[in-house]
């Protein structure tokens, strides 16, 4: 949905620990599907699946990436498969005043997350924000290389024609940030401001915050 009228700003929105906290419910659920996924998949005791996890994701930045790399997996299946959510409704968790912040924010906006379609979609429409967002570009759009690789960034662009300098990235990754930065995007950091590093232009503590900080985001208004 086209905003704000003259206003040529693009904001790309993470999904997980941006608009909503993942930490809680989702990621605990997740690392637990990835390690029966390996224990099922390679025929690895829960021991060796978390260890091989987490070296992979240490390795790569994603569990993903080392299973494609070193056993052939099929992402399509290990994601379908590690995003199921019995309770997804339950397990998200919705803050207040998402939507209305949001909608008040001048310029078009795209959800662009390391996670799968199918499950960016359900948690979108349980936050009841789903239809805020022009376009939602999920790995399977990335070709399955994750932030903070610049191809899916890159993909984003052409398919969305967008200049890289009117764009604004909002994040709680910061390597995801320092990649956004690189190829000339604004940066939001969804974290500590003390703690912001050079390639973050501006820190909030939540997304519900943004509307405040606009100011300090001029040079890419358009
Ligand atoms: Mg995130």
Redesign the pocket.
């Known amino acids: 949905m086209a905003q704000g009228g003259r206003s040529a700003r693009v904001w790309l929105f ?5 608009l909503h906290d ?1 930490d809680r419910h989702i990621f605990p659920h997740f690392n637990r599907s990835m390690t029966a996924y390996l224990q099922a998949h390679l025929g690895l005791d829960q021991a060796g699946a978390d260890r091989l996890r987490m070296r992979y994701w240490q390795r790569y930045g994603a569990t993903l990436t080392g299973l494609i790399r070193h056993h052939g997996t099929d992402p399509r299946h290990f994601l379908w498969h590690t995003h199921q959510f019995p309770s997804l409704d339950a397990m998200v968790l919705r803050r207040r005043g998402l939507r209305h912040a949001l909608a008040r924010l001048p310029g078009r906006k795209v959800v662009f ?2 996670a799968p379609a199918h499950y960016s979609r359900a948690v979108l429409e349980i936050l009841k924000i789903a239809d805020l967002f022009e376009d939602i570009f999920t790995i399977e759009h990335a070709r399955f290389r994750p932030k903070p690789d610049s191809y899916g960034f890159y993909r984003i662009f052409r398919r969305k024609r967008l200049d890289s300098r009117r764009c604004i990235m909002v ?3 910061l390597q995801n940030l320092r990649t956004a930065k690189r190829l000339g995007m604004g940066t939001v950091w969804v974290g500590p401001a003390d703690k912001r590093p050079s390639y973050v232009d501006v820190a909030v503590p939540s997304v519900l915050r943004l509307s405040r900080e606009l100011h300090r985001l001029r040079g890419f208004s358009g």
Do not use: C, H, I, K
């Open positions: 993470d999904l997980d620990n941006t993942a997350s390391n994040e709680d990754s």
